[in-house]
């Protein structure tokens, strides 16, 4: 019966395959056993202790491995950006990002007839309490009208207009 020829590529495949189990078995014969890690006592507390003693225990902090990091290193690129900044609350951090797009407005005319008080902003007739634009009108002064927007308060100033007579 005749063997079979093998290819130059099949007899490379078989020598890779060869080296690779020689040096398994050879790094199974020379393996050396680790030394074990010291495990360190652990605190406990027994169960006929004090509910007290037993909350205290569990409620003892857990020291963390301190941070380390290089003086070139900028930041840790593994850190939320949430974690770096801490020092900021999270209150202060969304104010800043949700301000109010101002849209144009136009303050066109004021009228002010005892305590009600109009104004015409974008040719739209409001008074104190309505929306505009998302904007709620909180005070209509003589030349100004106050608008207000989650927390944030913007004036609008009626124009001064010369006329000539």
């Known amino acids: 019966m ?6 130059k590529t099949q007899i490379r495949l078989f020598i890779v395959l060869g080296i690779l189990l020689a040096y398994a078995v050879y790094d199974l014969a020379t393996a050396r056993s680790k ?15 004090s509910a007290a003693e037993q909350i205290a225990a569990a409620a003892a902090p857990v020291k963390s491995a301190p941070a380390m990091t290089f003086a070139s290193w900028k930041r840790d690129p593994f850190k939320k950006r949430i974690e770096i900044n801490s020092r900021v609350s999270i209150g202060k951090m969304v104010e800043s990002l949700v301000i109010p797009k101002m849209t144009n ?4 005319a004021i ?32 030349g100004s009208v106050i608008l207000k927007k989650n927390d944030f308060t913007f004036t609008l100033q009626l124009p001064e207009e010369d006329y000539d007579f």
């Open 2 to 7: 005749a063997k079979p020829k093998l290819s």
């Open 35 to 49: 030394p074990a890690a010291k495990e360190k006592p652990k605190k406990t507390v027994p169960a006929n202790s």
């Open 111 to 142: 009228s002010k007839n005892g305590k009600k008080s109009y104004a015409i902003i974008n040719d739209q007739i409001v008074g104190v309490g309505e929306l505009v634009n998302g904007f709620r009108v909180v005070e209509i002064q003589t």
């Open 105 to 108: 407005f136009n303050l066109s």
